[in-house]
T-cell receptor, first 115, second 112 residues
């Protein structure tokens, strides 16, 4: 079964540094998402992306965050200047277009630790 | 998006059938009911989705009464590996880059 893959599985970064989290969505999917989950808390929506532009973003997704689809396979989340509170699991997801009964498929996440 | 209510936690034993009920009194006409499963340190995984009556796949069954104000996820003969958090989600079919709003879910613990 095709799956969403994320790299790295764990990223440790100093506060204030930039970090890029990478995702390879399922190949025929056209909608892409990022979510995050702070330890012990709910999974929170960050942003959705379609046709090379952001469809929707949450309040969490401020100017420090950006997303990009640099080529035909990767989907990235960049945090420009990390803060301690950015420490969380970050999940990428993707879904097909046009069929209302198709769910979002999630990767296994990148654990981001800010020191 | 319709608000959902599900138990915070449930315990069961290997080999038992587990039923997790979710209430969604304000479900809209075009809303689907979707269940996800999440193991520790993994991403949520789609289990099953339905609109009405009963849906069954190789993993679970989903029972939806005629009024659609609740739904029950049924896991047959659970094993230790079914220990996870289960999320009930209600919303329009996810065809248009719709975000998923996750609640706290039901933490299911399976004992030997």
């Amino acid at each position: 079964e095709p799956e969403v893959t994320q790299t790295p599985s764990h990223q440790v970064t100093q506060m204030g540094q930039e970090v890029i989290l990478r995702c390879v969505p399922i190949s025929n999917h056209l909608y892409f998402y990022w979510y995050r989950q702070i330890l012990g808390q709910k999974v929170e929506f960050l942003v959705s992306f379609y046709n090379n532009e952001i469809s929707e973003k949450s309040e969490i997704f401020d100017d420090q965050f950006s997303v990009e689809r640099p080529d035909g396979s990767n989907f990235t989340l960049k945090i420009r200047s990390t803060k301690l509170e950015d420490s969380a699991m970050y999940f990428c997801a993707s879904s097909e277009i046009g069929t209302r009964d198709q769910p979002q498929h999630f990767g296994d996440g990148t654990r981001l630790s800010i020191l | 998006l319709a608000k959902t209510t599900q138990p915070i936690s449930m315990d069961s034993y290997e080999g038992q059938e587990v039923n997790i009920t979710c209430s969604h009194n304000n479900i809209a006409t075009n809303d689907y009911i979707t269940w996800y499963q999440q193991f520790p340190s993994q991403g949520p995984r789609f289990i099953i989705q339905g609109y009405k009556t009963k849906v069954t796949n190789e993993v679970a069954s989903l029972f939806i009464p005629a009024d659609r104000k609740s739904s029950t996820l049924s896991l047959p003969r659970v094993s230790l590996s079914d220990t996870a958090v289960y999320y009930c989600l209600v919303g329009p079919g996810y065809s248009s880059a719709s975000k998923i709003i996750f609640g706290s879910g039901t933490r299911l613990s399976i004992r030997p």
